[in-house]
């Protein structure tokens, strides 16, 4: 087994966790001294860093949301000094102002740390050629990537977004073997491929997906495995926390969350008490060495589960499981949860059906209404009417019993819905609350 970094990944986890307790008290005390932002939340919660014995005491902490964020626009709860800031990035903000997130010298090191050793247990190595086709810029995945590609020693190809036709002739001219991207545009680059007579699992030598940024399922990697030539590994992370930080290594069991950089939790949102481990939860962070932007106990709205079983790779360090959803992405149909993620695992179910789809809500007077657009496969597209039909019936019915609500499914022609470069926009909710 290949690490990057062998004295941290497989150490023993009760010397992992006395490290931990170590870091978070000396966090603590470093926030209540010199942090306003901090002090004040402590002091409303009645906690001081005498508190912090053992590592279950960061349940007494403060919880922190993207509304702290906000409202400390651009930089009020930053501890470091601008002359300390060495770069800013900005999450993509759906609401109003976006989040600026700021970075020390420390922190770039850091970040790209931990996703070398990703990278590395993912299989990347120095005889590989990594295009990083996320964003360049404010967006954190494609400089997050690229930093830590290079620190590895791999080749990078800094093709950003856009132009895939380009992004396609560099994938074969340049041998790449690997690829950053979000699963969506990844799709959407398989697609043009075949358009250019590519095929990316025959003519091409890439073998590796490091695919994140947004949810994605089990099905669609299987889909993309086979389909593509290649593994498909799940990154994950975020800009609050820097940008791109975890993901799985080769054995794709979970994403490995580095214990000397972070502590996870998760949580029920409702009682915001921690759930049981492998039950499914909103995911709760605190970053144990950020100095720019400290983050204590964040709530990310991630709907994940927790595995504290040391790896069959042999790293120690937690893992999470694939994001289900977001908290606050989550559809209520009728009283009735719906997360985008399940609607795209059972489309995928059906061998007819590709892999675009739209969820539309809608209400109808007092109602509800959910609408499942899928993409057809061009094989299948080209079938009689009453064949289409057949189909139709079966996905609703499957839909249905998936979702324990009414769905009305459109079968559309193969390409009709929108593509993306970044991350996918699925759910189209039209109702006015
Ligand atoms: O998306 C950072 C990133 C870049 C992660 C490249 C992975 C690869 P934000 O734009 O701040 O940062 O969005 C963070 O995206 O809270 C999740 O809801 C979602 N997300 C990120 N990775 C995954 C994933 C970047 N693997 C938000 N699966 C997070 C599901 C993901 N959702």
Same mark, same amino acid.
């Given at each position: 087994?290949?690490?990057?970094?062998?004295?941290?990944?497989?150490?023993?986890?009760?010397?992992?966790?006395?490290?931990?307790?170590?870091?978070? %008290?000396?966090?603590?005390?470093?926030?209540?001294?010199?942090?306003?932002?901090?002090?004040?939340?402590?002091?409303?919660?009645?906690?001081?860093?005498?508190?912090?014995?053992?590592?279950?005491?960061?349940?007494?902490?403060?919880?922190?949301? %993207?509304?702290?964020?906000? @409202?400390?626009?651009?930089?009020?709860?930053?501890?470091?000094?601008?002359?300390?800031?060495?770069?800013?990035?900005?999450?993509?903000?759906?609401?109003?102002?976006?989040?600026?997130?700021?970075?020390?010298?420390?922190?770039?090191?850091?970040?790209?740390?931990?996703?070398?050793?990703?990278?590395?247990?993912?299989?990347?190595?120095? @005889? @590989?050629?990594?295009?990083?086709?996320?964003?360049?810029?404010?967006?954190?995945?494609?400089?997050?990537?690229?930093? #830590?590609?290079?620190?590895?020693?791999?080749?990078?190809?800094?093709?950003?977004?856009?132009?895939?036709?380009?992004?396609?002739?560099?994938?074969?001219?340049?041998?790449?073997?690997?690829?950053?991207?979000?699963?969506?545009?990844?799709?959407?680059?398989?697609?043009?491929?075949?358009?250019?007579?590519?095929?990316?699992?025959?003519?091409? %030598?890439?073998?590796?997906?490091?695919?994140?940024?947004?949810?994605?399922?089990?099905?669609?990697?299987?889909?993309?495995?086979?389909?593509?030539?290649?593994?498909?590994?799940?990154?994950?992370? #975020?800009?609050?926390?820097?940008?791109?930080?975890?993901?799985?290594?080769?054995?794709?069991?979970?994403?490995?969350?580095?214990?000397?950089?972070?502590?996870?939790?998760?949580?029920?949102?409702?009682?915001?008490?921690?759930? #049981?481990?492998?039950?499914?939860?909103?995911?709760?962070?605190?970053?144990?060495?950020?100095?720019?932007?400290?983050?204590?106990?964040?709530?990310?709205?991630?709907?994940?589960?927790?595995?504290?079983?040391?790896?069959?790779?042999?790293?120690?360090?937690?893992?999470?499981?694939?994001?289900?959803?977001?908290?606050?992405?989550?559809?209520?149909?009728?009283?009735?949860?719906?997360?985008?993620?399940?609607?795209?695992?059972?489309?995928?179910?059906?061998?007819?059906?590709?892999?675009?789809?739209?969820?539309?809500?809608?209400?109808?007077?007092?109602? @509800?209404?959910?609408?499942?657009?899928?993409?057809?496969?061009?094989?299948?597209?080209?079938?009689?009417?009453?064949?289409?039909?057949?189909?139709?019936?079966?996905?609703?019915?499957?839909?249905?019993?998936?979702?324990?609500?009414?769905?009305?499914?459109?079968?559309?022609?193969?390409?009709?819905?929108?593509?993306?470069?970044?991350?996918?926009?699925?759910?189209?909710?039209?109702?006015?609350?």
């Amino acid at each position: 087994m290949v690490y990057w970094n062998p004295r941290i990944e497989d150490m023993p986890v009760s010397e992992l966790k006395e490290m931990q307790l170590k870091q978070l %008290k000396m966090l603590v005390y470093k926030l209540y001294t010199f942090s306003p932002f901090y002090r004040q939340k402590m002091m409303d919660k009645g906690v001081t860093p005498e508190d912090i014995r053992t590592l279950a005491d960061v349940t007494k902490l403060p919880f922190m949301t %993207k509304k702290d964020l906000r @409202d400390g626009y651009p930089d009020k709860l930053f501890l470091a000094s601008p002359r300390e800031v060495v770069r800013y990035h900005a999450s993509s903000g759906t609401t109003g102002k976006p989040t600026i997130v700021g970075y020390t010298q420390n922190d770039i090191q850091n970040w790209s740390e931990s996703v070398a050793r990703g990278l590395v247990s993912a299989g990347i190595s120095t @005889d @590989d050629v990594l295009q990083v086709s996320y964003t360049y810029g404010l967006f954190s995945g494609g400089l997050g990537l690229h930093y #830590a590609a290079e620190k590895v020693g791999a080749a990078v190809v800094p093709a950003s977004t856009g132009n895939t036709e380009r992004q396609i002739d560099l994938i074969r001219d340049m041998g790449v073997t690997a690829i950053a991207a979000t699963p969506s545009y990844l799709l959407h680059l398989g697609e043009v491929a075949e358009k250019m007579g590519v095929s990316i699992k025959n003519d091409t %030598k890439l073998r590796l997906g490091i695919l994140g940024a947004e949810p994605w399922s089990q099905r669609m990697r299987e889909r993309m495995e086979e389909w593509l030539g290649i593994r498909a590994i799940d990154i994950y992370g #975020a800009s609050e926390l820097s940008g791109p930080l975890w993901c799985e290594c080769s054995e794709q069991k979970g994403i490995h969350v580095w214990s000397d950089i972070a502590l996870v939790e998760v949580i029920d949102p409702v009682t915001e008490e921690p759930v #049981a481990p492998g039950e499914k939860g909103e995911l709760v962070i605190t970053m144990l060495q950020k100095e720019a932007l400290p983050i204590i106990r964040y709530r990310l709205g991630d709907i994940t589960t927790l595995h504290e079983e040391v790896c069959s790779c042999g790293r120690t360090h937690p893992r999470i499981g694939r994001i289900q959803g977001r908290v606050d992405d989550m559809i209520i149909i009728r009283g009735i949860n719906v997360f985008p993620s399940q609607v795209e695992h059972c489309l995928m179910t059906n061998p007819e059906v590709g892999n675009e789809f739209q969820i539309v809500v809608d209400r109808k007077g007092a109602l @509800d209404t959910i609408l499942v657009r899928a993409e057809l496969r061009p094989e299948a597209f080209g079938d009689r009417v009453f064949e289409l039909d057949a189909i139709k019936e079966r996905v609703t019915h499957k839909l249905r019993g998936s979702l324990n609500v009414g769905v009305t499914v459109e079968l559309v022609e193969p390409g009709s819905l929108p593509r993306s470069e970044g991350k996918a926009k699925r759910v189209v909710d039209k109702r006015v609350f």
